[in-house]
């Protein structure tokens, strides 16, 4: 298995960016697409942090040998590298648009450069923290693009959530006001609503500490997803917000992704 950086231009951010790429032993000598994962930084970290701290490239080698995982190339971009992290998101005061970024630079480069399958059914997106935030959003916001999203202790927020504990500067200038049609946009208990009637809705998984700081959030998400009816799978085991826990149990997201893949067989 190789594990190399890949550099790209982004349009939308006009700068130059990195990101690593997992690609599966047999790569090079198959001619075949691959099913694509990218995997997702949190606050504070960078493209480099599930490498150097969460122990992503042994898990993938462990998981591909053993069967638990199909072959797949999985990508560990930037959140875009502004201030303390962007949640992937387009910002409201236009300090970034680090949502397109994604979407429109780093997914298109990856399916230009690589062998990958470009129909949802063969891409998805998990997170730790602010990346699972960005799993769910990116994933609910762009179905045709992403089929399945996974979280791990992921900052999986209500428009309610935000007002109540996160009404700060940052925020406003990410999302504007609380109550507007802006913020409502990455609302993720008022996208996964927006999906459920849609055929095409992402297949979603998370799972969180029971000592963790998000793990009220997490409980009040799948206690949305289970009020309106949306197929979900959710997980807690005993852990806080670290990174031996999010190493732990990226198997589990993994696991997931695994079996929607086959399910789209």
Same mark, same amino acid.
């Given at each position: 298995?190789?594990?190399?950086?890949?550099?790209?231009?982004?349009?939308?951010?006009?700068?130059r960016?990195?990101?690593?790429?997992?690609?599966p032993?047999?790569?090079?000598?198959?001619?075949?697409?691959?099913?694509?994962?990218?995997?997702?930084?949190?606050?504070?970290?960078?493209?480099?942090?599930?490498?150097?701290?969460?122990?992503?490239?042994?898990?993938?080698?462990?998981?591909?040998?053993?069967?638990?995982?199909?072959?797949?190339?999985?990508?560990?971009?930037? /959140?875009?590298?502004?201030?303390? +992290?962007?949640?992937?998101?387009?910002?409201?005061?236009?300090?970034?648009?680090?949502?397109?970024?994604?979407?429109? /630079?780093?997914?298109?480069?990856?399916?230009?450069?690589?062998?990958?399958?470009?129909?949802?059914?063969?891409?998805?997106?998990?997170?730790?923290?602010?990346?699972?935030?960005g &799993?769910?959003?990116?994933?609910?916001?762009?179905?045709?693009?992403? +089929? !399945?999203?996974?979280?791990?202790?992921? !900052?999986?927020?209500?428009? !309610? &959530?935000?007002?109540?504990?996160?009404?700060?500067? /940052?925020?406003?200038?990410?999302? +504007?006001?609380?109550?507007?049609?802006? !913020?409502?946009?990455?609302?993720?208990?008022?996208?996964?609503?927006?999906?459920?009637?849609?055929?095409?809705?992402?297949?979603?998984?998370?799972?969180?500490?029971? +000592?963790?700081?998000?793990?009220?959030?997490?409980?009040?998400?799948?206690?949305?997803?289970?009020?309106i009816?949306?197929?979900?799978?959710?997980?807690?085991?005993?852990?806080?917000?670290?990174?031996?826990?999010?190493?732990e149990?990226?198997?589990?997201?993994?696991?997931?992704?695994?079996s929607?893949?086959?399910?789209?067989?």
């Amino acid at each position: 298995m190789t594990v190399r950086p890949h550099p790209f231009f982004s349009g939308a951010l006009y700068a130059r960016k990195l990101c690593f790429v997992y690609l599966p032993d047999g790569y090079e000598r198959e001619e075949r697409d691959y099913p694509v994962i990218y995997l997702l930084h949190g606050m504070f970290g960078s493209e480099a942090h599930w490498l150097l701290k969460g122990n992503a490239e042994q898990t993938l080698d462990r998981m591909m040998a053993a069967g638990s995982l199909r072959r797949c190339i999985v990508v560990m971009p930037s /959140d875009g590298g502004y201030g303390t +992290g962007t949640f992937y998101m387009n910002w409201y005061d236009g300090s970034g648009r680090f949502e397109d970024y994604f979407i429109y /630079d780093l997914v298109e480069d990856i399916d230009k450069q690589f062998r990958t399958r470009k129909e949802p059914g063969g891409r998805a997106v998990c997170g730790l923290s602010m990346g699972g935030f960005g &799993a769910f959003s990116l994933a609910l916001r762009h179905p045709q693009l992403f +089929g !399945a999203a996974a979280s791990l202790s992921g !900052a999986l927020t209500s428009t !309610a &959530a935000i007002a109540a504990r996160y009404a700060r500067s /940052d925020i406003s200038r990410m999302i +504007g006001p609380l109550h507007g049609p802006y !913020a409502g946009e990455y609302d993720l208990q008022a996208l996964a609503s927006r999906r459920l009637k849609e055929e095409g809705r992402p297949a979603l998984y998370f799972n969180c500490g029971t +000592g963790d700081e998000l793990h009220g959030m997490n409980a009040a998400y799948r206690e949305h997803l289970e009020s309106i009816g949306y197929s979900h799978k959710y997980e807690e085991y005993s852990g806080e917000h670290t990174w031996d826990y999010w190493s732990e149990h990226l198997p589990d997201a993994l696991g997931f992704l695994e079996s929607y893949f086959a399910s789209c067989d």
